[in-house]
T-cell receptor, first 115, second 114 residues
Framework: KAGVTQTPRYLIKTRGQQVTLSCSPI?????VSWYQQTPGQGLQFLFE???????NKGNFPGRFSGRQFSNSRSEMNVSTLELGDSALYLC??????????????FGPGTRLLVL | AQSVTQLGSHVSVSEGALVLLRCNYS??????LFWYVQYPNQGLQLLLK??????LVKGINGFEAEFKKSETSFHLTKPSAHMSDAAEYFC????????????FGQGTRLTINP
């Protein structure tokens, strides 16, 4: 079974621009979560989507948004990029049962560099 | 709120030596705990998880972890380190406010010396 895929793998943008990242979950998984990883803040939860609806949200500004499509694929968008948005963005998928012990499977990430 | 503390941002061991990576959690209710590994330029791979079925949890690649409620710990061990174990390791707990939200520790970078 194919794993979680993320595109693109690398991105370079300039301040003020916007960016869209894509995530395709494991087949059959209905929940997609997004995390930001930086050297200073570590791994932080952005949001989770399930059945095209945002189910959970982390403490990030409104510039960070996402959506999920009917085939469970998800995109996240960052508008008005800032230097501090440079990070590895990780997507994780799971079945979406809501069980706390449910395993999340991570993709390879998209590395975003903002200049 | 749940939280995780990993003691030691950097651990270095010799090949063949015991690996011990420390994780302490804070939770007002019985937690669900996870260890993930991240190799350079890759995403996170699940090593093992604790779901209250057994306190000693065996994972992939020879790793295991023991849940100790009295010490609020979930340390990761491997009896004999291999060069391929060099990576960053993350301990995480499920945030009960959101089922698919993991709260991660800051990570421990494991270096293996030949």
């Amino acid at each position: 079974k194919a794993g979680v895929t993320q595109t693109p793998r690398y991105l370079i943008k300039t301040r003020g621009q916007q960016v869209t990242l894509s995530c395709s979950p494991i087949s059959g998984h209905r929940s997609v979560s997004w995390y930001q990883q930086t050297p200073g803040q570590g791994l932080q939860f952005l949001f989770e989507y399930f059945s095209e609806t945002q189910r959970n949200k982390g403490n990030f500004p409104g510039r960070f948004s996402g959506r999920q499509f009917s085939n469970s694929r998800s995109e996240m968008n960052v508008s008005t990029l800032e230097l501090g948005d440079s990070a590895l963005y990780l997507c994780a998928s799971s079945l979406g049962s809501g069980a706390l012990q449910e395993t999340q499977y991570f993709g390879p990430g998209t590395r975003l560099l903002v200049l | 709120a749940q939280s995780v503390t990993q003691l030691g941002s950097h651990v270095s061991v010799s090949e063949g030596a015991l690996v011990l990576l420390r994780c302490n959690y804070s939770s007002s209710v019985p937690p669900y705990l996870f260890w993930y590994v991240q190799y350079p330029n890759q995403g996170l791979q699940l090593l093992l998880k604790y779901t209250s079925a057994a306190t000693l949890v065996k994972g992939i690649n020879g790793f295991e972890a023991e849940f100790k409620k009295s010490e609020t710990s979930f340390h990761l061990t491997k009896p004999s380190a291999h060069m391929s174990d060099a990576a960053e390791y993350f301990c995480a707990v499920s945030d009960r406010r959101g089922a698919q939200k993991l709260v991660f520790g800051q990570g421990t970078r494991l270096t293996i010396n030949p």
